[in-house]
């Protein structure tokens, strides 16, 4: 698939004109009309003008052709052009003298014609300018995918088009807007895909039936996201609440609400992803607040989606720098008289230089975002991996690790034999190196993903579903998982004893826990009380800040050097 607008400019942003003349008057009086908008490239025979065009051909936007030169004629170039499927393309506007090749050439395929002598430069850029546009726009059109479902343009057409209207309409004011249903998860989990899907289609169509009149363009991105491209200045309230009006008239179904994150196009030269990106910023910012429902993007946003693209673009440098460390976090055993150790969790920390310490809790959604993931994780079961060898070869015991997967880790090709072969070159047996899968990877219920997990285990690694409770895993889904470890999320231990509620939820999961046949651990645990609490609820095991944070290999060797 073609990347946004690689073959409608050159890298100025000019577009690409050749002009092919034998006269070098005219030749130079047409390019004189035309450099100041487009990057003109001169041909002064049919022959030299073929090579040309083979050359620029995914750039070109224009060719002015001659009809009379020597060694190949223009009709002859024009039809080895309508013949090449790469060619046909370009639009071609025949220059000639001869009133009568006129219908002619543009039965041959040519899309104008100029008239020589050459009239002033205003008809001539004007008639170019047209031509060009109505060209990129049949283009467009005919190359368009459309979103099956709400008949909308998909997110790469979306990007595409926004930005050749960006280019078309230099002078407008623009906003570029990202809009979600409010835990649309929700509503599928209940009300079924079904309707969901009835949902999605009905906010399609009010944004058809109202975008275009705007002059704005509009897609949809994936799942229940929205993408708008609208003149400033639009009442942004009022267009939400036409979109939600009567979405759901029934009343058993609660109110869907839309949320909205804006950023006014300030900077004119940020590429159209990165306008949306900060549009999605704006509107995570009120993600699950039924209050608001509209957010701009502003200096505070601005501020941080600096420094995130400063911890982007200095990833690699710290990999190489060895700038991240991993810290270990012990857990416990605690079915007996007194807690044993019983394993570690691998937590990565950076040292940046200029920022002092960045807890994964900033940069790890980052890097999830775009795929740099990938690299962080396997420097990190790297890292652990040669730990646990270090660890044996001083005090002759095996000290289990687990190690983060992220969902994406999963899906690259070479996942399971990269860890394969760290066990290999480490000597470890996979049954001490634990893999935590947060338990919304799951609920995406990827065949792909169950499979790479059972493959793991088959290998004998064993898994550790993480934040358990957090994603929205039904019963009979777990049922069927491939998993050996539940991972309790934080957030109910937090409030165990003054609440009933979640002393219910973690009594039910320990029970999902026992049913399954797979231990349970409980992270989080900061106090005597909620281990105390744990215990007699029948947790196995704990990890939290009762024992003790994550802390540097050396440190954490106190806790090794307890049991040995
Ligand atoms: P997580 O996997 O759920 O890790 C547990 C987090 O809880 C850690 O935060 C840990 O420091 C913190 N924690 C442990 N005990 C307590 C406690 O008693 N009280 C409180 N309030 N917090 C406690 P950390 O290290 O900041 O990591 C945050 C998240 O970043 C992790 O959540 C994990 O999702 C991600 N992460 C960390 N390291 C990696 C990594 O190497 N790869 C990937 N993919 N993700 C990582
Ligand atoms: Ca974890
Ligand atoms: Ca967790």
Redesign the pocket.
Known sequence: MLKSHDRFYSEDGKRLVLIVEDEPVNRALLSVYLEDEYDVLEAEDGVQALEIIRENQSLLSLVILDLMMPKMSGQEVLEIMQGSDELRRIPVIVLTSDEDAEVPSLQQGAADFIKKPLEKPAVVQARIRRIIELSEDTYIIQNTERDDLTGLLNKEFFYRYSELFKLHHPSWDMDALVMDVNNFHLINEIQGRAFGDRILKQIGERIMSRVPGTGGVAGRSHADTFLLYLPSGTDYEELRDMLMEDLTNDLSNPRVHLRLGVYRETDKNLPMERCFDRAKMAADLIRNNYDRGISLYDDNLHEQDLKNQKLINDMQKAIDEKQFLVYY?PKYDITGEKPVLKSAE???RWKHPEMGMI???IF?PLFEKNGL?QRL?RY?WKEAAEQMRRWREKFGVTVPVS????RIDMYAADFVPFLKALMKENEIKPEDYFL?ITESAYTENSVQLIQTVEELRGYGFHIEM??FGSGYSSLNMLAEMPIDVLKLD?RFIRNLHNSDRNTRMVELMLDIAHRLGVIAVA????TEEQMLDLKRMGCQRI????FS??VPPEEFERFIEEVI
Do not use: H
């Open positions: 976090q691998a937590l990565i807890s994964p809790g790890i993931i994780d990190v190690v983060n997967v992220s935590e993480d934040d934080m992270e989080g645990v900061e990890q939290g800040y009762y944070g994550p």
